[in-house]
């Protein structure tokens, strides 16, 4: 199955911006780099379990027990 096809609860603001890195880019020498600004979405400060409980609430919520 795919992710996108997975039951999801959404807990932030999406999509969350990208914030151009200008200096970052010019000490660097390099091309154009964009921060994706996952802290502005709502929940902080750990994105990761952030974006698991999206889909374990999701699957809860379909569920008549559930253990945590």
């Known amino acids: 199955m795919a992710v996108q096809e997975l039951p999801r ?3 932030g603001f999406y999509p969350t911006p990208l914030t151009e ?3 970052l ?3 660097l020498g390099g091309p154009r780099i964009l921060i994706k600004r996952e802290d502005l979405s ?3 400060p750990d994105r990761n379990k952030h ?3 999206e889909f374990s609430l999701a699957e809860a919520m379909n569920r008549e027990l ?3």
């Open 9 to 11: 609860m959404d807990l």
């Open 25 to 27: 880019s010019s000490v």
């Open 42 to 44: 709502r929940l902080a």
């Open 51 to 53: 974006r698991k409980l």
């Open 66 to 68: 559930v253990r945590s």
């Open 21 to 23: 890195a200008r200096h």
